[in-house]
């Protein structure tokens, strides 16, 4: 795993473990890339679609660059539209979308009903009160898993 340099907010422990999880679990799906950085670590491990509203225009070379560009599936729009156009399942799902309580529960809903049944959602910024609120309650039983990250086992729920 190569830690590529692409602008972004999850520090290098939270990429490692993003690659690792999705290792495991494949295909995944990601709410939310800006420009790359967590994405990268996801293709890195298999495929991914990815899904944002205002992709970073520098997303795709980014991509190139970091050598996944064939394992990214890019839809661009709000997840709210996409997410319900989607039939899954993933085994893995990333959110780093919306961190309104409205943005981050649709986000969630819609992560169970695409999840695989041994599947695993992993929630960025579970620090902002909003998200942490959604993920509390559509998510029992979910974990903190490193940095500002909280991992959720299908399994658990």
């Avoid at 560009?69 to 729009?77: C, I, K, M, Y």
Wanted: some cysteine; charged content about 15%; aromatic content about 8%.
């Amino acid at each position: 795993m190569i830690r590529h340099q692409i602008t972004g907010w999850i520090n290098p422990e939270e990429y490692a473990a993003l690659y690792e999880l999705a290792l495991e679990h494949q295909p995944v799906l990601e709410v939310g890339c800006y420009a790359g950085l967590s994405t990268s670590a996801l293709a890195q491990a298999g495929e991914v679609t990815t899904i944002d509203a205002n992709p970073q225009p520098n997303f795709l070379t980014n991509m190139m660059v970091a050598g996944v560009a064939q394992n990214v599936t890019l839809r661009v729009g709000w997840s709210r539209d996409i997410l319900p156009k989607l039939t899954g399942p993933y085994g893995m799902v990333f959110i780093d979308g919306g961190h309104s309580y409205v943005e981050a529960f649709t986000d969630i809903e819609w992560a169970v009903k695409l999840l695989a049944d041994d599947g695993v959602i992993v929630v960025d910024d579970i620090t902002w009160p909003d998200v942490k609120r959604a993920i509390e309650e559509l998510l029992p039983g979910w974990q903190p898993l490193v940095g500002k990250m909280g991992v959720w086992h299908a399994s658990a729920g």
